[in-house]
C-alpha cells in the first residue's frame, strides 16, 4: 500500500525562526519540506530565494520540494540545484518550452514537477505526463497560505490518477493549498500521494501528533 507523504511548507512557518521550523517538521516525521519560492510578479507575494534553501539544506537532510511560483522558472535550475533542491516544480501558466525545462531539470539532477493554477485544465498536461515526476494541483489560488481548499481540485486528482494507473505513469500527484483535518481524507481517496501543508501544520501547537492524528484518520 503506498504511503501519504506529507510535506510542511514553511511559508506558515515564524520566518525568523527557521531552524525551529525544520526541527518541528523532523520530529513530526514527515519526509518532505515544501518552499514556496513567489516573486511578487507570478503571483501577488515575495517569499524568499535559493539562499534560504541552502541554508535549510545545511541543517536538514529531508528532501526538499521547491515550488517555483515565478514569472521565469527557467532562469533558476541550477542556482537551485546547487542550493540543495531535490524536486523542482514550475508553474505550467509560466513557461512556453515545458519539455526543454522538464529536461533541464533532469540534467541538473533535480526531479521535475509542474503546477497548475485551479482555472488551468488539468487535460492541458496531456503530452507531458510520461515525462514528469510530480504533478502539483493548486487546490487555492497560488500566493498566500491559510485559504480556502477548492474542491474542484478533487476531479483533476481523480483524472490523474487513472491516467497513471492506466499508463504506467510515474509521477506523483501533490495538492496544495487548504490542506488540513477536514479535507485531507477527500484528497486522498481520490488519489494524492502529496499532501502540502502549510498553516494547518505550522498553527498547530503539537505537530507531531497531529501528524500522527493526520495519518489516522486516512487509514
Ligand atoms: C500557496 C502555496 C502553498 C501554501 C499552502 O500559494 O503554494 O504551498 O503554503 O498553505 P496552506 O496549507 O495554509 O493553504
Ligand atoms: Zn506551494
Same mark, same amino acid.
Given at each position: 500500500?503506498?504511503?501519504?507523504?506529507?510535506?510542511?511548507?514553511?511559508?506558515?512557518?515564524?520566518?525568523?525562526?527557521?531552524?525551529?521550523?525544520?526541527?518541528?517538521?523532523?520530529?513530526?516525521?514527515?519526509?518532505?519540506?515544501?518552499?514556496?519560492?513567489?516573486?511578487?510578479?507570478?503571483?501577488?507575494?515575495?517569499?524568499?530565494?535559493?539562499?534560504?534553501?541552502?541554508?535549510?539544506?545545511?541543517?536538514?537532510? @529531508?528532501?526538499?520540494?521547491?515550488? !517555483? /511560483?515565478?514569472? $521565469? &522558472?527557467?532562469?533558476?535550475? #541550477?542556482? =537551485?540545484?546547487? %542550493?540543495?533542491?531535490?524536486?523542482?516544480?514550475?508553474?505550467?501558466?509560466?513557461?512556453?518550452?515545458?519539455?526543454?525545462?522538464?529536461?533541464?531539470?533532469?540534467?541538473?539532477?533535480?526531479?521535475?514537477?509542474?503546477?497548475?493554477?485551479?482555472?488551468?485544465?488539468?487535460?492541458?498536461?496531456?503530452?507531458?505526463?510520461? @515525462?514528469?515526476?510530480?504533478?502539483? !494541483? /493548486?487546490?487555492? $489560488? &497560488?500566493?498566500?497560505?491559510? #485559504?480556502? =481548499?477548492?474542491? %474542484?481540485?478533487?476531479?483533476?486528482?481523480?483524472?490523474?490518477?487513472?491516467?497513471?494507473?492506466?499508463?504506467?505513469?510515474?509521477?506523483?500527484?501533490?495538492?496544495?493549498?487548504?490542506?488540513?483535518?477536514?479535507?485531507?481524507?477527500?484528497?486522498?481517496?481520490?488519489?494524492?500521494?502529496?499532501?502540502?501543508?502549510?498553516?494547518?501544520?505550522?498553527?498547530?501547537?503539537?505537530?507531531?501528533?497531529?501528524?500522527?492524528?493526520?495519518?489516522?484518520?486516512?487509514?
Amino acid at each position: 500500500m503506498k504511503e501519504l507523504i506529507i510535506a510542511p511548507s514553511i511559508l506558515s512557518a515564524d520566518f525568523s525562526d527557521i531552524a525551529t521550523a525544520i526541527k518541528d517538521i523532523e520530529i513530526s516525521g514527515c519526509p518532505w519540506i515544501h518552499l514556496d519560492v513567489m516573486d511578487g510578479h507570478f503571483v501577488p507575494n515575495l517569499t524568499f530565494g535559493s539562499k534560504m534553501i541552502d541554508d535549510i539544506r545545511k541543517r536538514t537532510k @529531508l528532501f526538499l520540494d521547491a515550488h !517555483l /511560483m515565478v514569472s $521565469n &522558472p527557467e532562469q533558476y535550475v #541550477q542556482e =537551485f540545484k546547487d %542550493a540543495g533542491a531535490n524536486a523542482f516544480t514550475f508553474h505550467y501558466e509560466a513557461h512556453i518550452h515545458h519539455c526543454r525545462l522538464i529536461d533541464r531539470i533532469h540534467a541538473a539532477g533535480m526531479l521535475a514537477g509542474i503546477s497548475i493554477v485551479p482555472s488551468t485544465p488539468v487535460h492541458i498536461l496531456d503530452e507531458l505526463l510520461p @515525462l514528469l515526476d510530480i504533478i502539483l !494541483l /493548486m487546490s487555492v $489560488n &497560488p500566493g498566500f497560505g491559510g #485559504q480556502q =481548499f477548492i474542491p %474542484a481540485t478533487l476531479k483533476k486528482v481523480k483524472t490523474l490518477s487513472d491516467l497513471k494507473k492506466q499508463n504506467g505513469y510515474r509521477y506523483k500527484i501533490a495538492i496544495d493549498g487548504g490542506i488540513n483535518a477536514d479535507t485531507i481524507r477527500a484528497a486522498w481517496e481520490a488519489g494524492i500521494d502529496v499532501a502540502v501543508m502549510g498553516s494547518a501544520f505550522f498553527n498547530t501547537p503539537d505537530k507531531a501528533s497531529f501528524i500522527k492524528t493526520i495519518y489516522s484518520s486516512i487509514s
